[in-house]
């Protein structure tokens, strides 16, 4: 059995919809966290696993079926729930939301108020940051970037080291790949 890497320290909150969260502490070190470090709020152990350099620091929170694992982080104020997976490396900060069953992983980067929803996938190298919106069954991965107000959804894809920003808009099952960038205005489907 894995040694527990936290435990609840009896402060509690609770959300609009009734879940109760509770503030975890640090009972070993791990990256630049040290043991007795209070972090962020999770509503259950399931939701952040006790193996690996996963964690959640300040005031981001972890609720309902979500989990956080591998050596992924989620801090600030960002948000993970649903059935929501973040895994790897990856990183979820800010404002951030990620949530329904849509995954981060690999080294990606979700962060500042950005938002990645519903079966949505960003791994590899990606970053989505800004006010971006990721969506659907869209993907975002390599080192691509989708930032600003842009949004990805549908069964679109973006790749490579393509950037989707200002107020663009790619979906359906539209592709975006290699070097290509979507700015401004613009729409592809």
Do not use: P
């Amino acid at each position: 059995m894995t040694e527990k890497k936290y435990e609840f320290t009896g402060e509690t909150t609770t959300l609009d919809d009734g879940a109760v969260l509770h503030r975890i502490r640090l009972l070993r070190d791990i990256g630049e966290f040290q043991v007795g470090d209070i972090g962020g709020w999770i509503e259950s152990e399931d939701n952040l696993s006790h193996e690996g350099d996963c964690w959640v620091s300040g005031e981001a929170g972890v609720s309902g079926e979500a989990r956080v694992f591998g050596a992924a982080w989620v801090s600030g104020e960002a948000w993970v729930s649903g059935a929501a997976r973040v895994s790897g490396e990856a990183r979820v900060s800010g404002w951030a939301q990620v949530f329904v069953r849509s995954r981060v992983s690999g080294a990606a980067a979700v962060f500042e108020s950005a938002r990645v929803s519903g079966a949505a996938c960003v791994f590899g190298e990606a970053w989505v940051h800004g006010s971006a919106c990721v969506s659907g069954a869209a993907r975002v991965s390599g080192s691509a970037r989708v930032y600003g107000s842009a949004e990805v959804s549908g069964s679109a894809r973006v790749y490579g080291e393509a950037c989707v920003y200002g107020s663009a808009r790619v979906y359906d099952s539209a592709i975006v790949s290699g070097s290509a960038q979507v700015s401004g205005e613009a729409r592809v489907r």
